[in-house]
């Protein structure tokens, strides 16, 4: 039987088109004047002399390869361009061959056959448009979202026709925003173009259920201002991400349907543009090398596996102590990668030294990422000694493991709360990082990679506080002038990553991450994000500073010892370094403390250790209190107000 498939509908338009030619060439013969004398002229010869070069040349330029329901400009005047020599080519004939016709009986008959063209093409792209769209009853059009689109560039553009044409489109396009006053008033395929600037008076007169922005080239300070302007205006806000930036988004779930739209993550409200590094650096570092990664199942260091299994390792360890955790990511990269992927999982703690000897006798790894960690701090201000064991004792065992099984580079994981610590979690990591420190003279590189807190992982406060919206709230929050640095985890792990590639001599990493987030904001903007008002349906409470918390985190010890590494973005702190003597002086202390299982007398000598440790309420004496005390909550009152 035959088909209908592609080929067929190529040959039923050049038949078609050939019928067209010759309608042409007969209705060109009718209307010009002395109608005998073209009559004359329009004999089957020529007749099909300027249909053969007409279709010939179509074919030439592949414009029968074009699907006319979604052709644009571009495919219209490639049509227009074919006819054009078309017509050149048949009195170059004429010329040569003696055929005695006036030439502009085929400029007319060739003029007319595009004009049939076009207008077929077009005809049946508005037949097929309201084929699908035009017999929707009245009711389904009611139930459409209506939208406003911020951005009428090329994005915003392609972004109506998609909504248009989509026969399962669930939007209607209202009107555009604008800042480009050549635009404004004008309409892009039937919708209105409006002054961005009169967003605000627009939104709340008009009937406008979502808000999609569609500008590929925002700068991060420009997308806050205007997600925050849409919600505060009572809308739901989405983003449209183009072919490019769409293949760039790695995580799962982030596209809500096909058109690719995404609601707005939190990581959209970072004061900062998204940072991304070349790996191709990175990448020579891990192929065929033996890596280990040390809490591998956690947020950091499943990431970090996650990474490291894409660029073709000889082996990839996972080391953990939670098994749950470990067989979660194992069975993860095995169903990626199958047995492409050499993996192995160990269960171990880095307290283990007897273990780890065991672990790196047989595995042999010549990379190793340090992600295992006590990282809680009001749990590690009750479990001082845990924290000191794992942390500190943890990665003095991995390090000298490390050393004596002949690791190429060695790169931890650090913290800002170990830039002038004020619990004991962060001073337990800046012991770590003067363990690293003290390395200069081994033949493994050490480093440490400093960053702040990583959005969506486990503990942070962005599943604490979507739990608590999803409860009806409130959001607790401890201090509403609390601040800290926020990053993204693709981000953490590239830079580890980064600084594993670069790892020198005992260096400290650290990446310029913009400007702190106040928590309150924060909790405000989540908030909004679930489609909710802040202080009206979910409440934000303070609840005060927790042990050991300071308003405030630092990335750097000294700003005069901080370095460029050639890499934007990342630099490096050339703190002081202690020396092996030293260490050791240090971590006797810290056993002797051990030894008496006192708290008092753990976090004492964390404090004779770690020199930059301070008392957190003379850290957070120092922040400027605009109004009141901690105890003061009018501001949180102002903004119940306001809300």
């Known amino acids: 039987m035959f088909s209908f498939g592609m080929s067929a509908r190529k040959l039923l338009l050049l038949v078609i088109d050939a019928i067209m030619v010759i309608l042409a060439a007969l209705v060109t013969a009718i209307i010009m004047p002395g109608a005998a004398i073209w009559y004359e002229l329009a004999t089957v010869e020529v007749v099909a002399l300027i249909a053969g070069v007409l279709i010939l040349s179509r074919l030439m330029l592949k414009t029968y390869n074009s699907i006319w329901r979604f052709a644009d400009s571009r495919e219209y005047l490639l049509l227009i361009i074919s006819d054009s020599i078309a017509c050149v080519a048949c009195m170059f004939i004429v010329t040569v061959s003696n055929i005695e016709i006036v030439y502009v009986y085929v400029i007319c008959t060739c003029m007319l056959s595009l004009l049939a063209a076009l207008f077929s093409r077009f005809a049946y792209r508005q037949i097929r448009y309201y084929s699908r769209n035009g017999t929707r009853t009245m009711t389904d059009s009611t139930k459409k979202k209506r939208v406003a689109i911020i951005g009428a560039g090329y994005a915003g553009t392609t972004l109506v026709e998609e909504l248009q044409n989509g026969a399962h489109s669930i939007y209607k396009p209202v009107c555009f925003f604008d800042s480009s006053r050549s635009k404004i008033g004008s309409f892009i395929h039937g919708v209105r173009v409006c002054d961005y600037e009169n967003m605000d008076r627009i939104l709340n007169e008009s ?20 997600v925050n302007t849409c919600m505060e205006a009572g809308c739901k806000v989405k983003m449209y991400e183009y072919p490019f930036v769409r293949a760039d988004r790695v995580k799962v779930g982030k596209q809500s349907n096909k058109l690719a739209l995404r609601d707005i993550d939190i990581e959209d409200l970072l004061p900062r543009d ?9 990448n020579s570092l891990v192929n065929n090398s033996i890596v280990l990664v040390t809490g ?5 260091g499943s990431e970090l596996c996650r990474q490291v299994a894409s660029m073709a390792p000889k082996k990839l360890i996972i080391l953990d102590i939670y098994e749950n955790s470990a067989f979660e990511i194992q069975q993860e990269l095995i169903a990626k990668y199958g047995g492409s992927l050499n993996l192995a999982v160990e269960i171990a703690s880095v307290r283990d030294l007897a273990k780890l000897e065991k672990v790196f006798a047989h595995h042999h790894p010549e990379i190793v990422f340090h992600a295992a960690a006590h990282k809680h701090v009001p749990l590690m201000e009750d479990s001082c000694d845990e924290a000191v064991k794992n942390n500190v004792f943890g990665t003095y065992n991995l390090v000298e493991t490390s050393e004596k099984f002949f690791v190429k580079k060695f790169i931890m994981i650090s913290t800002d709360k170990a830039v002038n610590p004020t619990n004991v979690m962060g001073a337990t990591k800046r012991m770590c990082e003067m363990i690293i420190q003290s390395k200069r003279n081994s033949n493994t590189y050490f480093v440490a990679v400093r960053f702040g807190n990583v959005l969506g992982s486990n503990g942070s406060v962005i599943p604490m506080f979507t739990k608590q919206i ?6 607790t929050i401890t201090d509403r002038r609390i601040t800290r640095y926020f990053m993204t985890i693709p981000e953490a792990v590239q830079l580890v990553m980064q600084a594993g590639a670069m790892a020198a001599k005992s260096e400290i990493f650290v990446l310029d991450m913009g400007q702190p987030v106040k928590i309150v904001d924060l909790a405000e903007n989540m908030i909004r994000l679930a489609g909710l008002t802040p202080y009206k349906e979910i409440d934000i409470v303070e609840i005060g500073l927790r042990p050991g918390e300071k308003l405030y985190e630092e990335l ?12 934007e973005k990342i630099f490096i702190d050339r703190e002081k370094a202690i020396g092996d003597d030293e260490l050791h002086v240090k971590l006797t202390i810290l056993r002797g ?14 404090k004779r250790v770690v020199p930059t440790y301070r008392d957190p309420t003379l850290i957070n004496s120092r922040v400027s209190i605009s109004s009141g005390t901690l105890a003061d909550i009018s501001y949180l009152d102002e903004r119940r107000t306001a809300n």
Request: aromatic share 2%; glycine share 10%.
């Open 556 to 567: 750097l010890m000294q700003s005069d010892s901080l370095t460029g590494t050639g890499i």
């Open 296 to 300: 591998g199942g956690g947020s950091i």
């Open 274 to 282: 998204s940072i991304s590094f070349d790996m191709s650096n990175v």
């Open 593 to 606: 403390a051990m030894e008496s299982d006192d708290m008092d007398d753990i976090r004492n000598a964390l």
């Open 470 to 475: 999803l409860a009806g709230g409130p959001i």
């Open 207 to 226: 009937d406008i259920d979502e808000i999609i922005i569609a500008i590929p080239s925002l700068t991060a300070a420009r997308r806050m201002e205007m």
